[in-house]
Nanobody, 121 residues
Framework: QLQASGGGLVQIGGSLRLSCTADGVTDHTMGWFRQAPGKEREFVAAIRRIGGGTKYADSAKGRFTISKDNARNTVTLQMNSLKPEDTAVYYC??????????????????WGQGTQVTVSS
């Protein structure tokens, strides 16, 4: 039900745009998480599908922008000024949890398949 796309290999300082389409899902919040090898899944950004409120991890603030296109059931994560530490598999997910808990992956109901982002020098 969730389809993520847009990952790839990019040099330090480059940009990538990730997209996630959520067909048939009515959860009101969509989020992006990432997971590097040997690490836990960590929050990146979230957006309310109605209203458009956003939240970012400190590591994403000022560099990443999350946006939505409700007509296409799509949420996009624009990532700029990428760093090697951004290398991870990125997952999109949906949730109905209260806004204060959107950074907790355990509250997400549906997940996309993940897309690899690699930032190299």
């Amino acid at each position: 039900q969730l389809q993520a796309s847009g990952g790839g290999l990019v040099q330090i300082g480059g940009s990538l745009r990730l997209s996630c389409t959520a067909d048939g899902v009515t959860d009101h919040t969509m989020g992006w998480f990432r997971q590097a090898p040997g690490k836990e899944r960590e929050f990146v950004a979230a957006i309310r599908r109605i209203g458009g409120g956003t939240k970012y991890a400190d590591s994403a603030k000022g560099r990443f922008t999350i946006s939505k296109d409700n007509a296409r059931n799509t949420v996009t994560l624009q990532m700029n000024s990428l760093k090697p530490e951004d290398t991870a598999v990125y997952y999109c997910g949906t949730t109905r949890v209260v806004w204060s808990a959107v950074s907790d992956p355990s509250y997400y109901n549906y997940w996309g398949q993940g897309t690899q982002v690699t930032v190299s020098s």
